[in-house]
């Protein structure tokens, strides 16, 4: 029996080249080597702690399933679902909470830095976030979690609640361990300076962009003064950045495709670097539309993977209920 895997990703909108090289095609890579029970979620109760539309958020939603089918993930090898489908995932999060101590929750980097940026809507759901995330996380028996340096924190309370309960109540829950993942940190093109984001369009280099998007956005990329190109984060952080994007997707060190750009201005490499992204999706985008175009197939999709991650959830709650003395 293959270990149980999990991870997933909120339905915020359209995801970009940071959202791929940090998530996306190492869910891929995880899938195709064969070594563990995947189950990929989009995980849309997680997206009701930031402001949203709602008439957006069923677009979100199969915008994102759409991106897991074009990148490659396969519902016949992983189990593709919807986390509010699954009503074991609310369910454990209250039994949780009640074994969660308030310091815990209150040294949460994440949340404190999110009440920062979203001032006007600092709801009990952000602060609660890494409960429901714990909860995702054991109702598979999840042996690894693929996460980066800023989901550690949240990953260890789920360690530390599955011990909490272990001791309690008897032995319930696999103890999850990182699968610490290599992940490009992808900057903005127009700030370098900080990460890549959809809240700011015009530095992303968005997955399903039009190859003239691409050239647009990659000829107005910040460089920085002077014209040799080298790989130097500190001193070139808008240069730096391109070269590690090329990098990433051509499997070369940052150093090596500066050493390849040696001698040419920096909009050889705009334009090289641009054309490699455009050709590096174009499948991606061929499939997404195609993918996009039958939405009933997606939903069906949804349903039949959150139906059988329903049926692994309810037998893990029926245990946890019985620990807990619930089971009449």
Request: hydrophobic share 40%; with cysteine.
């Amino acid at each position: 029996m293959k270990p149980a895997l999990f991870s997933g990703i909120q339905p915020t909108g359209r995801l970009h080249i940071g959202n791929y090289l940090g998530a996306l095609k190492n869910f891929v890579d995880l899938q195709d080597s064969g070594k563990y029970d995947c189950y990929f979620f989009v995980v849309d109760l997680h997206s009701l702690t930031e402001p949203f539309d709602p008439k957006e958020k069923p677009g979100h939603i199969l915008g994102l399933a759409s991106d897991f089918l074009a990148v490659g993930l396969d519902p016949k090898r992983s189990t593709i679902a919807l986390q509010s489908q699954v009503p074991a995932h609310s369910e454990l999060t209250w039994i949780l909470n009640t074994i969660t101590p308030m310091g815990e929750m209150e040294r949460m980097t994440q949340f404190k830095d999110k009440s920062v940026r979203q001032q006007e809507n600092v709801n009990v759901g952000l602060f609660d976030y890494p409960v429901l995330m714990a909860a995702d996380i054991l109702l598979y028996n999840t042996a690894v979690v693929p996460v980066g340096d800023d989901q550690l924190q949240h990953l260890e309370l789920a360690r530390t609640l599955a011990r909490k309960f272990n001791a309690r109540f008897g032995e319930t829950f696999v103890e999850p361990k990182a699968l610490l993942t290599k992940t490009s940190r992808v900057m903005s093109l127009k700030d370098p300076t900080k990460k890549m984001s959809k809240s700011q369009p015009e530095g992303c280099l968005f997955l399903d962009d039009t190859a003239e998007e691409i050239r647009a956005k990659v000829a107005r990329a910040v460089t920085d003064s002077g014209s040799e190109i080298v790989y130097d984060p500190v001193k070139k952080p808008g240069l730096s950045n391109l070269l590690e994007i090329y990098a990433a997707l051509s499997g070369a060190e940052p150093q090596a495709v500066a050493k390849k750009f040696t001698g040419e201005q920096y909009s050889a490499l705009k334009q090289q670097l641009a054309e490699l992204v455009a050709a590096h999706f174009a499948e991606f985008r061929t499939r997404k539309k195609a993918l996009l175009a039958k939405p009933s197939s997606l939903i069906k999709t949804l349903n039949d993977g959150s139906a059988r991650a329903t049926k692994i959830a309810e037998k893990k709650m029926m245990e946890v209920k019985e620990r807990i003395g619930l089971a009449l």
